[in-house]
Each structure stands twice: as structure tokens, then as C-alpha cells.
């Protein structure tokens, strides 16, 4: 058996392929053998490839295509799964919130390129040599340099057998197509420096981080870590990018220990702005690099140089990434698929900000429904506790002068010295009698007069309920459409509805109408006469007579003469007749206190059933938007739930991530 571990020094590659035809097939029976075979190839033999390292080891993939498949069974599986899990992802977003265009379509770009090649985007200034780097990893001058911004945009750099060719998308995207090998593995994307003043080119850059799977933070020597640098390092961390940073430039420094320094300065400030200790930064010298990969033999270049070392150091990192049987090429695999999910992550938590927001908006309008409903109840409250009363006490004030007319005129007409009031209504029929003069004031000048003002008030009063109904009404309906415009557009309200508003039922008016003030007059003449017959109807004309001396004499003698020509029946009757007189009153009173009262009752039922179709109003108004609030509601709850559902199974694919290893 021929053992390669006896090689110390390099093995070109042209020599490789006839080496391992002298080694017996059962050399690569066991796993760890075929692995020492590789690493004495790759390690021992990176210093004397030729011209282009990475084409020599796209020739070492030829010999061992096992070792780097781009895409496995359980990847293949994985990607499928997450492909689904994505899918759903962004037909949730697209329902929770369809103003996030560009969010969706950056999500969607990244579904649709998981099983592309991994993709690396190379930011950095204006003048870092970016380009002069990309060159580098090319293999050949494919990018300008220059001493001005002349990358405008985004650039794709992509495989392709043919002859190197640009086109731009009909999405806008400006690919190359170049024929290097290593863009057989990854694409590349070259970036507008993040310190252009251009903002449009800024933006660029920035939208199209998100996609990345590997960023290459290019860092030129002469001035490390600016701030520009600085703020695009912050931004980068909120979509936990892995970033491996390239100090460019090197070779300008004199000595070791100006770089070492350098470095120094860059690892500690970059682990604080990325809160890891683990910080991966290559120094290098991409224009040697360049150089040295243009020139005949490696030698050409400064031997020993740790610019050049330091670029090949990077491109062994980028290959071993790009190795599915080692732990970089797992770490590659897990970025690779962790990046749209990352991306659906992102966006999934800012919907469910933005669901949450609308859920709290949406249970604030249901509240502000019901709080419409409220003031509908304070303003019947209102109404009750001022306006009405204001009502009550003129009709009551009415009703109040009616009694007190009523009062003065029984006063004035029970009296002892209306002897023809006595002698008509006790010696003479009610036929003959006639319709007294007190019962004729009572009639027309009293009840009359103050049935039609009281008429004419409980009218205005109903006009004024009608007119406060309409005006809150239209209030209300005003309210809800401007806190609702969108919904008011679609809701026609029809003359019944606003016709609710108004007041049928008149109960006061037909209270006052149920009231006769002739059958009142007369009432009042019955008992004129009923209070006159009681106390003088069982005298006769001498009882009478003394009876009345007795109330007309002026001395207290000629009453005792008085009272001694009279009955002692008579003296009892005279008696009562201040009681009765004032009875009378009582009942006047009483009267007028229930009648008071039927149109406090009545005028209080008007007020209710005004406020019941203000409250049928208001609620007929307001359902059509309580009902789309709640339908609202209802949707955004549902939108939660699928939001919560895909975020639960983004969560369980990067457990799966984690847990996917080599074996």
C-alpha cells in the first residue's frame, strides 16, 4: 500500500490522479482512510496547484463525487418540507398584511431559491476593492476597478458554460454570466459600496442582504471599521447573517506587527457589535491574489506573502464550506435553508404586530360602539334630569293658577252673605237656577283658558321631543360614519329608518284632551250646590234667617239674640260650614293634583318612548358597523392563529436545523 503521509512535499494535481490508480481499491474501504487520502491531497498540494486553486479542486470533485454532493436525500426532503412550511408562510402574510409587498416578494425570491447554489453577497465602501477581490475569487478580470463609484447597482454573478454575457431581467435583476468555476458551487453578488452617497444604491444593497446566505464584509486596511462600516454591521445583525470579514488591503502594512494590530482592532470592536467571540476576518491582499493567479507560477508572486497566503487561507474556507462531508459544509447546508426562514420569521412577527394592533383597534370600536349606545342612556338621563323639567313646571305652573282660581272663587262664593246663592240653590230647583255665575267663571274663564294653554304647551313639547330625537339621531349617525368612513360608504340608511326616530304615541295631548272643562264647571257647580244644600237645606225660613243673623250681626249680643231666635239644628249646620267649604277646597285641590299628576305620568311616558326610538335608532345605525367590527375581529383572530400556527412551524424547522448533523 502506498501511504500518502510519506509525502513532504507537495503533490501536483497532475500527478494525483496516476498516484491514486497505484493505490488498491480496499484503500478506500474505510471512511477515515479515503478522508486522510483527501486531507494529504488538499493540504499538502494547496501551494502548487497551478494556476487556479479553486479549478484544481473542482478536478479534485471529479475523483471524489461522493464526498461533495450539493443537495442529499434529507436535504432534498428538508427543502421540500420547509418549501411547504414557506409557501403557507406567505399566503398568511399575504391575508394578514397585503401592503407588505416587498417583504412578500423578498420572502417569495427566497423560496424559490432554496435549491439554488449558495449564494454570497461581497459588501464593503467604495474603494475597498471589492471588485479588485471578486476578481480574485474569479480567477480572472471580469469586474472594473475603479477610482469612482461605477458599480450602480446590484450585480448577480452566475455559472455559464458559454461565453460571459450580462442581461438584465424582466424583474429588473442584472445577472452575469461568466464561465468561472468556482460560480459552479455559489453565486456571487457584488454590491454598490454602503457608503455611496446615492441612496438608491444604498437601498439596493440593503434590500438585498436579507437574501444572502454568507456575507463577505470587505474592510479596506487604510481605514478599518469606519463609521459607515460600523452602522451596516448593526444593520445586518437584525437578520442574523453570518459574516466573515476580508481585510483587504494588507500588504500596506510595514511590519507583523502593524497588522497584528490591525486586527486586534477589528476583532475586539466587531465581537461587541456582533456579541460573539467568534469572529472569522482574513487579511489579505486581493490585488496580489489577483496577480498571482494571472501569472505562470505561484512563485511570481512575493514569496511568503501574508496578503497571498491569507487570500488562499480564504479560499480554503470557502471550499471546505461548500463541502457537504465536513462540519463547514453542514454549517453551509444549515445557512442555506435558515435564510428564508429567517427572512419568514421576520416578517411573521411584524404581521403579528400589525394583527395585534388591528385586534386592539377592533376591540376599541365594538367598545366605542357600545359607548354610543351609553350616551344614548346619559342623554335620556339629561333630558329627565333638566330639559324635561323644565317642561313640567310650566305645564304644572298651568295647572297650578287653574286651582288657585279655582280656590278664590269657592272662597269668595261660600260665603254666609251670598243670600241669593243660598235661597237659589235651597228653596229653588236646579232647573230654575240656571248656570250660577261662579260656575260661568270656572267654565269659560278658568278651565277653558287654561285647558288650551295647557293643550298648546303639551303640543310644543311633543314637537320639541321629535325635533331633539331627529337632531341627536342625525348626531349619532354623523359620529359613526366618521369613525367609520370606510364602512359608512357601503350603507344606505332608508327614510324608515330615520322615520323610527320620530314619536306615534301622543299620551300627554290625549291626557289633556280626555279632560272637559264643561263637565268640570259643571262638577263644580254639584258641589256649589251639594256644600249649600247640606247646611242650609234641613232649615226652615225662620232657621234660616236667624242662622243667617247670627253670620251678619255684628255683635257678639245680637248673635246670642240671634242664636236664641234660631234652632239649636241651625246653630250646628252654620257651624260646618267652614269645614265644608274648606273640604270643598281640599277636593279642588285634589283634583288638580291628580290631574297633575296623569300628565306628569303621561308627559314621562312621551320622554320614554322618545329615548326607546332614539336607542332603536342608534342601535339600527350601528349594527351594520358592529356587525363588520365583529366580522373584523373574527378575521384578524383567525389571522392570529394562522400567524402563530406558521411561526410555531418555522420554530420547528430551526430546531431541525440545529439538529441536522453528518451522519
Given amino acids: 500500500m502506498v501511504s500518502l503521509l510519506s509525502y513532504s512535499t507537495p503533490i501536483h494535481l497532475s500527478k494525483f490522479p496516476s498516484i491514486c490508480n497505484t493505490i488498491h481499491t480496499s484503500t478506500f474501504q474505510h471512511r477515515d482512510t479515503k478522508s486522510i487520502l483527501q486531507n494529504t491531497y488538499v493540504h499538502h498540494s494547496i501551494n502548487a496547484l497551478g494556476t487556479n486553486s479553486f479549478e484544481s479542486k473542482q478536478q479534485f470533485r471529479t475523483l471524489f463525487p461522493g464526498e461533495f454532493q450539493t443537495l442529499e436525500d434529507k436535504e432534498k426532503l428538508f427543502i421540500e418540507t420547509e418549501r411547504m412550511v414557506l409557501l403557507e408562510a406567505i399566503s398568511v402574510i399575504r391575508k394578514a398584511a397585503p401592503q407588505m409587498e416587498e417583504e412578500i416578494l423578498l420572502l417569495n425570491d427566497a423560496t424559490s431559491k432554496l435549491d439554488e447554489p449558495f449564494l454570497v453577497v461581497i459588501v464593503g465602501e467604495f474603494n475597498s476593492g471589492k471588485s479588485t477581490f471578486i476578481n480574485a475569487l474569479l480567477g480572472r478580470n471580469y469586474l472594473k476597478e475603479g477610482v469612482i463609484p461605477t458599480t450602480n447597482e446590484i450585480t448577480l454573478l452566475q455559472y455559464s458554460n458559454d461565453k460571459e454575457h450580462c442581461e438584465r431581467r424582466p424583474d429588473g435583476q442584472f445577472i452575469c454570466y461568466l464561465p468561472a468555476p468556482i460560480l459552479k458551487e455559489m453565486n456571487l453578488v457584488d454590491t454598490p459600496g454602503i457608503n455611496v452617497v446615492l441612496q438608491r444604491q444604498q437601498r439596493l444593497t440593503e434590500d438585498f442582504v436579507p437574501r444572502a446566505d454568507l456575507l463577505l464584509f470587505v474592510i479596506s486596511a487604510d481605514r478599518p471599521l469606519t463609521e459607515s462600516e460600523v452602522v451596516f454591521v448593526r444593520y445586518v445583525q437584525q437578520w442574523r447573517k453570518k459574516i466573515v470579514f476580508v481585510l483587504n488591503k494588507s500588504d500596506i502594512y510595514r511590519n507583523t506587527s502593524e497588522l497584528e494590530e490591525a486586527i486586534a482592532f477589528i476583532k475586539e470592536n466587531t465581537q461587541k457589535l456582533l456579541n ?161 255665575p261662579a260656575t260661568s267663571i270656572v267654565q269659560n274663564d278658568i278651565l277653558c283658558s287654561a285647558h288650551s294653554d295647557v293643550q298648546k304647551l303639551l303640543k310644543e313639547y311633543f314637537e320639541w321631543l321629535n325635533l331633539n330625537n331627529a337632531r341627536e339621531g342625525r348626531l349619532y349617525k354623523e359620529t359613526i360614519e366618521k369613525r367609520w368612513p370606510s364602512l359608512a360608504t357601503g350603507l344606505v340608511h332608508s327614510r324608515t329608518d330615520e322615520e323610527a326616530l320620530m314619536k306615534k304615541e301622543q299620551f300627554s295631548i290625549k291626557e289633556i284632551e280626555i279632560f272637559s272643562a264643561t263637565a268640570a264647571a259643571k262638577l263644580f257647580e254639584q258641589e256649589i250646590r251639594q256644600v249649600f244644600f247640606e247646611t242650609f237645606g234641613g232649615l226652615g225660613a225662620a232657621g234660616l234667617s236667624a242662622s243667617l243673623l247670627t253670620s251678619l250681626l255684628p255683635t257678639t249680643l245680637e248673635d246670642l239674640l240671634a242664636l236664641g231666635l234660631c234652632s239649636t239644628g241651625g246653630f250646628i249646620a252654620i257651624s260646618k260650614f267652614p269645614t265644608r267649604r274648606k273640604e270643598m277646597i281640599e277636593k279642588v285641590k285634589r283634583t288638580a293634583g291628580a290631574l297633575s299628576r296623569e300628565l306628569e305620568d303621561a308627559m314621562q311616558k312621551d320622554l320614554s318612548e322618545a329615548m326607546e326610538n332614539l336607542e332603536s335608532y342608534v342601535k339600527l345605525i350601528s349594527k351594520p358597523y358592529q356587525d363588520a367590527t365583529h366580522e373584523r375581529l373574527d378575521r384578524l383572530l383567525e389571522l392570529q392563529k394562522e400567524l402563530t400556527s406558521v411561526e410555531e412551524k418555522l420554530q420547528g424547522l430551526k430546531n431541525q436545523i440545529q439538529n441536522l448533523h453528518l451522519s
Fill in 276 to 436: 460573539s467571540e467568534h469572529v472569522l476576518l482574513y487579511p489579505l491582499s486581493a490585488r496580489l491574489a489577483i496577480e498571482g493567479k494571472l501569472s505562470s507560477k505561484a512563485e511570481d508572486v512575493e514569496d511568503n506573502h501574508s496578503g497571498y497566503d491569507g487570500f488562499n487561507q480564504l479560499e480554503e474556507f470557502l471550499f471546505s464550506f461548500l463541502d457537504r462531508s465536513t462540519d463547514r459544509g453542514m454549517e453551509r447546508m444549515k445557512l442555506k435553508v435558515g435564510t428564508p426562514i429567517e427572512i419568514a420569521d421576520r416578517i411573521v412577527a411584524a404581521c403579528q404586530k400589525l394583527v395585534k394592533k388591528d385586534i386592539e383597534s377592533a376591540n376599541q370600536d365594538l367598545i366605542s360602539v357600545k359607548n354610543i349606545a351609553s350616551d344614548v342612556e346619559k342623554y335620556a338621563m339629561n333630558m329627565e334630569s333638566e330639559r324635561i323639567m323644565s317642561w313640567r313646571r310650566q305645564t304644572l305652573s298651568l295647572i297650578d293658577a287653574a286651582e288657585a282660581r279655582v280656590v278664590r272663587l269657592v272662597e269668595s262664593t261660600l260665603r254666609l252673605s251670598n243670600l241669593d246663592l243660598v235661597v237659589s240653590y235651597v228653596f229653588k230647583g236646579e232647573a230654575t237656577v240656571g248656570l250660577m
